[in-house]
């Protein structure tokens, strides 16, 4: 089945202890990207990837690295948490970088940081 | 890159024809347009995408005016299953130096 993975679905973690939320998708898609949602804020990106060895930063990267060694995988790394990192976090991929390219959703990953 | 304003929510009833309309005033040639449904506590998911005039799947209508200024989506005869957030969202990412911004979504709720 065609899909972007997540994991953990659920973390509570406390300031200051790093963190790696993983993506994975089975799509071979060429674009990914991670965003938070917070109540009244609706998704904001965080950073996204064109391909292997590409990111670039989004809305809100400050407190937040990525890397995309291979093409399926996009980790969101937190090196020192803050509570202001407590959302819901999503990872999307995409076929291509260009704009006809639907993005699919994982079922997202709630952090709490303490 | 185009920014999107979308009214934050909406009342129907169930068997009612639900019209959403986007705003984007600023959309660039080669922007297109694509409405995205979110439930709780689930990823975001594709409904439709179109460039100019109408398109239709088997979920909703798209219509889009000449200007391509603005965007309806149109859930025809919706259920309660339908009650969800609904995102608008215009721009290309052909560029490295274009982030893809979602607005905040119109909230729709639909009563029996």
């Known amino acids: 089945e065609a899909q972007v993975t997540q994991n953990p679905r659920y973390l509570i973690t406390v300031t200051g202890k790093k963190l790696t939320v993983t993506c994975s998708q089975n799509m071979n898609h060429e674009y990914m990207s991670w965003y938070r949602q917070d109540p009244g804020l609706g998704l904001r990106q965080i950073y996204y990837?064109?391909?292997?060895?590409?990111?670039d930063k989004g809305d809100v990267p400050e407190g937040y690295k990525v890397s995309r060694k291979e093409k399926r995988n996009f980790p969101l790394i937190l090196e020192s948490p803050s509570p202001n990192q407590t959302s819901l976090y999503f990872c999307?991929?995409?076929?291509?970088?260009?704009?006809?390219?639907?993005?699919?959703f994982g079922n997202g990953t709630r952090l709490t940081v303490t | 890159l185009a920014k999107t304003t979308q009214p934050i929510s909406m009342d129907s009833y169930e068997g009612q024809e639900v019209n959403i309309t986007c705003s984007h005033n600023n959309i660039a040639t080669n922007d297109y347009i694509t409405w995205y449904q979110q439930f709780p506590s689930q990823g975001p998911r594709f409904i439709i995408q179109g460039y100019k005039t109408k398109v239709t799947n088997e979920v909703a209508s798209l219509f889009i005016p000449a200007d391509r200024k603005s965007s309806t989506l149109s859930l025809p005869r919706v259920s309660l299953s339908d009650t969800a957030v609904y995102y608008c969202?215009?721009?290309?990412?052909?560029?490295?130096?274009?982030?893809?911004?979602f607005g905040k979504g119109t909230r729709l709720s639909v009563i029996a």
């Open positions: 969202l215009v721009g290309p990412r052909n560029s490295g130096n274009t982030p893809l911004v």
């Open positions: 990837s064109m391909n292997v060895e590409v990111t």
């Open positions: 999307a991929s995409s076929p291509t970088i260009n704009s006809n390219s639907p993005l699919h």
